[in-house]
């Protein structure tokens, strides 16, 4: 698009239209809404108001309060997180950051399709637990992350502004309180054309009326008020029932925190009476209602006056049990919006929630569903278009079915009968030039603690706008809808039923390497293999891996030769450092006559979200490792999910996964027992277990236990499963420390730990990503011994990283140390530590 052919007002409505229609439109079928629904959604018409709730994460949100402002006051909503929530935990599988920040993005999706809002985030990366509003600030960039804030107060214009957190400690987490004081620096800012002044190409200066705090415990705000904090302290009441729903908001609010399920939030239904508060932070103060002072009416509208006619009339003469009989009536609301200034945001929003009430009424379905999941550039492939017009009562007819790219663009005219299939299929042939699926904000690499976007419009967006899509036009009582629908793949699952899947765009070659570290301890060669996958049929040509200098690969490349689509082959290099070899990357080379292809192909798939494809770069790490190990045996116990085996593997050892009926078996073949974050909260056997396992430490076998969670809410909701982890008494507390680089103190330098097999000194502490540890040993018995010292900023000594007791013939440890984050990533240090601790016993 030319911004110089252009004119600003244009520009502008394409930025509109680009967040707000590509948010609502989710990778699923078109969602059939209950008669009760439809009116509420009309009185939604008659309402001309907005609001933008700001946090920091998924599952920040107060779904309540979302719920509220979206079925009650039916405002226009919006839930701003400034992260996808990269850096959180995971309770359903080993993801972690963008990975994981994939599933909760789509968590927040699925939540917002609950509770009504729309989603939008900054290009901020969550790094993890940040203890001051200074570090998350300093780290994303304070003025890159405000402007994505600005970004979007210009763009969704809101009447007020809320947000979740207080811009101080009371937030309770840096990245917290970093999102309340960025929303209330925007809200100073957002109507200063100085202020970004580049995002005025598309869109224009925006003044809310106030930023408001919605207060946790209000007893709490009242004895730790802040100076500037003297306004009224305003209560909603926001557990209300609503007929038209058949729930109250509580429970429409439970349903929705239930989808962040990486995070354990699933929650029961509050049916009762709540209140929530809010306390205005700058701007006209509030007297009575978050919306004070804010005209909600047609009457800010100019010209309106036949609008709200309409509209009222319109709901006066709804008949729920013939919801088509509206449509006529919709047509003349959406005439009469036709002829409103087009580039006021309550126009547009207006008559895209007209379009949606047209096809709710009528309950018209149409989508396209290509014969797979995936294509390349280049590809031709099968898609079945299908209209199912159902109900007589207003006439109908397809007019047009045309795809954004060529090769198919149909006139039909054809009108449409009740509950009859119309089938439209063709064959159609993806653009040789068409960019490969990607989500937009990985196509970078992430830089200094923020995502990077080329393009302005997309910031904020929580996907990628569908890449192939079929444009529906029909002509509706007269009146001509175009109705856009991305391509999704749809397919039958003998269990589940019918699945809908994102339709991507793949490279014609994939090749995922099998590991991402590869430690090498000295100059002895390791096999490295790679999965070479066709994303078309009949693809042919050969694999390399380039390395740096110092570095042996052989056999310089091998052939593939892949002749079916999908079609996977396993090839095998060895590869073998010189004495010059420093560390590195290896990246995987494929080469066809179309040329190089270096990507390989990541599924992040869950029932409870849509599969989501990425294809990151075909490479892994080579590190050389200064590491011994004297354990060799190892048997693993897997939690709620880590990479931990496959880094000890690297090491030399052989694991073996210990299962319910592995741990029934003699334990004492085994030099060490590891057992995997958050065991003990997720495996409900162990507690059947936990006398043996303590016997093998007795009689001699050494045990590491990471991290564990002692109880609370969301992905701490899980307590522990037995009453005691290790062979003497100690507390899991929150204490953590995030700064990655924190001076690490070693209290007895002559600790086994700390001298064998490997010297460990400050250096393996160098180069630790996110944080040291999470969730250490507290009030440990006397028995157990703190192995190292360490503190964030300004912050007291912690002790509890790593305890050890020794116990009759064996060895015991707890650690809150990441090992979880650092092997994966290739810090020599962490895998020298680990070394020691599961040789200690030998």
């Excluded at 962040?260 to 007297?287: C, E, W």
């Excluded at 569903?369 to 995936?374: C, G, H, I, L």
């Excluded at 490295?528 to 056999?555: D, F, I």
């Amino acid at each position: 698009m030319s911004g110089t052919l252009r004119s600003i007002a244009q520009i502008c409505f394409l930025t509109f239209s680009l967040s707000t229609v590509f948010a609502q439109v989710p990778y699923g079928p078109a969602k059939s809404t209950p008669s009760g629904e439809i009116l509420l959604n009309l009185k939604k018409l008659n309402v001309v108001g907005s609001v933008l709730y700001v946090a920091a994460h998924p599952d920040d949100e107060n779904t309540l309060m979302l719920s509220y402002l979206a079925k009650e006051r039916l405002a226009r909503t919006a839930y701003l997180s400034l992260t996808r929530g990269d850096g959180g935990q995971n309770l359903i599988g080993t993801e972690q950051g963008e990975y994981i920040g994939l599933i909760r993005t789509q968590e927040l999706l699925a939540a917002r399709r609950v509770d009504g809002p729309e989603q939008f985030f900054s290009r901020a990366y969550d790094f993890g637990f940040s203890k001051s509003t200074d570090e998350a600030v300093r780290t994303w960039g304070q003025e890159r992350v405000l402007a994505d804030v600005v970004w979007r107060i210009r763009t969704f214009q809101p009447d007020v502004i809320i947000t979740r957190f207080p811009p101080d400690a009371r937030a309770g987490h840096g990245h917290h309180s970093a999102s309340g004081y960025l929303a209330e620096e925007a809200f100073k800012i957002a109507n200063d054309p100085t202020k970004f002044p580049e995002q005025l190409a598309y869109t224009k200066p925006w003044q809310a009326r106030r930023v408001m705090w919605n207060v946790f415990i209000p007893s709490a705000f009242m004895s730790n008020k802040k100076p500037d904090e003297a306004g009224n302290l305003v209560g909603i009441e926001t557990g209300l029932f609503n007929p038209l729903l058949g729930k109250s908001y509580g429970e429409v609010a439970a349903e929705s925190r239930s989808q962040h399920k990486s995070q354990g939030f699933g929650v029961s239904a509050n049916r009762g009476a709540r209140i929530d508060y809010l306390l205005t932070k700058n701007g006209d103060p509030m007297q009575q209602d978050p919306f004070d002072g804010v005209d909600m009416t047609w009457k800010r509208v100019k010209g309106s006056e036949t609008v709200q006619t309409l509209v009222t009339n319109l709901i006066a003469n709804y008949k729920p049990d013939r919801p088509a009989a509206s449509v006529p009536a919709l047509v003349q609301v959406y005439k009469a919006l036709q002829a409103l200034d087009q580039n006021d945001v309550n126009v547009r929003s207006k008559m895209t929630e007209v379009e949606s009430l047209v096809q709710q009424c009528l309950g018209l379905w149409f989508e396209t569903n290509p014969a797979d999941y995936a294509a390349t550039p280049g590809e031709r492939i099968r898609v079945n278009t299908t209209v199912v017009g159902r109900t007589g009562e207003v006439p109908v007819r397809l007019v047009r079915v045309r795809d954004n790219i060529a090769g198919r663009d149909t006139t039909l005219n054809l009108v449409l009968k009740p509950n009859e299939i119309v089938p439209l299929p063709a064959q159609i042939m993806i653009p040789a030039n068409q960019a490969i699926s990607q989500p937009y904000w990985l196509e970078k690499p992430l830089e200094k603690g923020l995502f990077q976007v080329g393009d302005q419009r997309l910031i904020g967006l929580p996907e990628n706008p569908a890449a192939l899509t079929t444009q529906f036009t029909f002509d509706i009582a007269g009146q001509a809808f175009t109705f856009t629908r991305p391509w999704i793949f749809k397919s039958t699952d003998p269990v589940d039923g019918e699945i809908y899947r994102p339709f991507v765009v793949q490279p014609d070659v994939m090749t995922n390497i099998a590991e991402k570290v590869y430690a090498f301890a000295d100059n002895t060669p390791k096999t490295v293999e790679a999965v070479v996958k066709a994303g078309r049929a009949g693809v042919s040509g050969n694999l390399a891996l380039s390395v740096p200098a110092g570095w042996q690969v052989s056999p310089a490349q091998v052939p593939f030769e892949l002749k079916d689509k999908g079609q996977e082959a396993r090839l095998s290099f060895t590869v073998t450092p010189t004495g010059k070899a420093g560390d590195g990357k290896l990246q995987a080379v494929a080469t066809t006559t179309a040329g190089q292809f270096t990507r390989g192909i990541r599924l992040v798939e869950y029932k409870h979200i849509p599969t989501q494809t990425n294809f990151p770069a075909s490479e892994a790490k080579l590190v050389r490792l200064d590491v011994k190990t004297t354990a060799k045996n190892i048997g693993y116990i897997m939690g709620a999910g880590d990479e931990v085996p496959i880094a000890l593997r690297q090491m030399g050892c052989t694991v073996t996964m210990l299962g319910q009926a592995d741990l029934d078996k003699d334990l004492s073949r085994f030099d060490a027992i590891v057992v995997g974050v958050r065991a003990y909260n997720t495996e409900d056997h162990l507690k059947f277990y936990q006398a043996k396992l303590l016997d093998y430490v007795k009689n001699g076998g050494t045990m590491v236990v990471q991290y564990m969670t002692a109880g609370g809410s969301g992905i701490l909701a899980n307590g522990l499963k037995v009453n005691q982890i290790g062979p003497y008494p100690f507390s899991i507390g929150r204490d953590r420390i995030t700064e990655e680089d924190a001076k690490v103190t070693f209290l007895n330098p002559q600790h086994p730990l700390l001298n064998a097999p490997n010297k460990i000194t400050d250096a393996d502490f160098a180069g630790w990503i996110q944080e040291r540890g999470i969730y250490f040993a507290v009030d440990p018995d006397k028995a157990y011994e703190p192995i190292f010292s360490m503190a964030d900023t300004n912050e007291a000594a912690k002790t509890g990283s790593l305890i050890y007791a020794k116990y009759g013939k064996g060895h015991f440890m707890y650690t809150g140390l990441v090992f979880f984050r650092e092997l994966p990533a290739g810090v020599p240090g962490a895998y020298r530590l680990l070394a020691n601790m599961i040789s200690v016993g030998r």
